[in-house]
Nanobody
């Protein structure tokens, strides 16, 4: 059974940092490209992706502020978020990354709220 469990969200002031985690089970994590996605009212986007080999890509809106990484031993995906802005407020989800993004059932996500 595939399960993606996100954690680490919270309420933070603008300029602050958070580290999100996603533990994956039921998938061949190490050979999957993975990604972090976020959903806010009227907007959904791929925030960052990481290939099985560790190559990364980022949305322009988060470049230089967010860092995606993975631990294939722990089957865990991470997103380090620095210099947070109110526009980063959203529910963050992990799933398979491009080119076959969103292949798996979505988890519950983790809420990130950035106050100004």
């Amino acid at each position: 059974q595939v399960q993606l469990v996100e954690s680490g969200g919270g309420l933070v002031q603008a300029g602050g940092s958070l580290r999100l985690s996603c533990v994956a089970s039921g998938i061949a994590f190490s050979i999957n490209a993975m990604g972090w996605y976020r959903q806010a009212p009227g907007k959904q986007e791929l925030v960052a992706g990481i290939s099985s080999g560790g190559s990364t890509n980022y949305a322009d809106s988060v470049k230089g502020r967010f860092t995606i990484s993975r631990d294939n031993v722990k089957n865990t995906l991470y997103l380090q978020m620095n210099s947070l802005k109110p526009d980063d407020t959203a529910v963050y989800y992990c799933n398979s990354g491009p080119p076959f993004g969103g292949r798996y059932p979505w988890g519950q996500g983790t809420q990130v709220t950035v106050s100004s």
